[in-house]
């Protein structure tokens, strides 16, 4: 398993955390076929989508792999009156990170952050750790401390 910066980052946080190794599928990147391979429930398996609102410029929305993105409600949680995902080629020159492996820990620049709100249900989340083929399971309140996130309905 290769140690990777969201890995080293909370290590130095002093979180707790599991790092998980799955085999990914370049014809399938999408969480739900990570979730799938790693035996774990779809609904604290979540994804991470960056947007782009028009007020308020980038951020990132974290939620459950089976679920799609509400754009008006991220756009009015976020500030905006109007919000959509950034192109997928613009994933790497914005995050450091690329599509199937983008993680809310770590990115070039810290941006605001919304998680899902049923991440509460839940002891533990599992969130990319920054490359294909790793997930990390913590606790949803220590993820949205250290990111500096927020909460809220933001799903379809």
Do not use: W
């Not at 955390?17 to 799938?36: K, M, P, Q």
């Not at 997928?88 to 709100?117: A, D, F, N």
């Amino acid at each position: 398993m290769v140690t990777t910066n969201p890995m080293r980052m909370l290590t130095a946080a002093g979180i707790d955390f599991e790092a998980r190794e799955y085999a990914y599928d370049e014809r399938d990147l999408s969480g739900v076929h990570a979730a799938a391979e790693l035996g774990l429930d779809p609904d604290c398996t979540f994804k991470t989508l960056v947007l782009r609102g028009d007020k308020n410029g980038l951020f990132v929305c974290c939620i459950p792999v089976g679920e799609e993105v509400d754009l008006k409600k991220a756009a009015v949680i976020s500030g905006n009156k109007k919000a959509e995902m950034i192109h997928v080629k613009e994933l790497p020159v914005l995050t450091g990170y690329i599509r199937g492996g983008c993680s809310p820990i770590g990115m070039k620049k810290q941006l605001p952050t919304y998680i899902e709100e049923t991440a509460q249900l839940f002891d533990r989340i599992a969130v990319s750790a920054g490359i294909r083929g790793q997930m990390l399971m913590l606790d949803p309140e220590e993820l949205r401390e250290f990111v500096g996130a927020s909460y809220g309905e933001i799903v379809k």
